[in-house]
């Protein structure tokens, strides 16, 4: 899924989504590039 995707399917902006995931990163929350492993 594609943050832009992740954003329509939450009905926020990708601004928003942008800045949700740079929070989430900063507290060590989700990783960057999480590794496909499944």
Same mark, same amino acid.
């Given at each position: *899924?594609?943050?832009?995707?992740? /954003?329509?399917?939450? @009905?926020?902006?990708?601004?928003? /989504?942008?800045? &949700?995931?740079?929070?989430?990163?900063?507290? @060590?929350? &989700?990783?960057?590039? !999480? !590794?496909?492993? *499944?």
């Amino acid at each position: *899924m594609t943050l832009e995707e992740l /954003a329509d399917e939450l @009905g926020i902006s990708l601004e928003l /989504a942008k800045l &949700v995931l740079n929070r989430l990163i900063e507290k @060590g929350l &989700v990783q960057e590039c !999480p !590794p496909r492993s *499944m």
